[in-house]
């Protein structure tokens, strides 16, 4: 049984900065892309981040150039930094493991309040 536990989410003021954190534990292929979605009050769940199993990465445009997806397969381990962060990103952030052949898997998700 697959299981995604995020971390790291808090209260932080604007231009700070935040470090989300996405262990997975069981049995896990390597070849999964992980992911970083979120949810803001009000609106739909949207993908803010991808990294693939070679290490190419993706961002929404409106993150881009302040937050950064990485990964440590030896630790099962995705990371999600989040510099100058903006009351917009607030948020539930989920992670998820996404396959194309295999079965998904997603975290529980964990918030994060920015404030002015």
């Known amino acids: 049984q697959v299981q995604l536990v995020e971390s790291g989410g808090g209260l932080v003021q604007a231009g700070g900065s935040l470090r989300l954190s996405c262990a997975a534990s069981?049995?896990?292929?390597?070849?999964?892309?992980m992911r970083w979605y979120r949810q803001r009050p009000g609106k739909q769940r949207e993908l803010v981040a991808g990294?693939?199993?070679?290490?190419?990465?993706n961002y929404a445009d409106s993150v881009k150039g302040r937050f950064t997806i990485s990964r440590d397969n030896a630790k099962n381990t995705v990371y999600l930094q989040m510099n100058s962060l903006k009351p917009e990103d607030t948020a539930v952030y989920y992670c998820?493991?996404?396959?194309?052949?295999?079965?998904?898997?997603w975290g529980q998700g964990t918030q994060v309040t920015v404030f002015r």
């Open positions: 998820a493991m996404v396959h194309t052949t295999l079965r998904n898997y």
């Open positions: 069981g049995r896990i292929s390597s070849t999964y892309s």
């Open positions: 990294i693939t199993s070679g290490g190419t990465t």
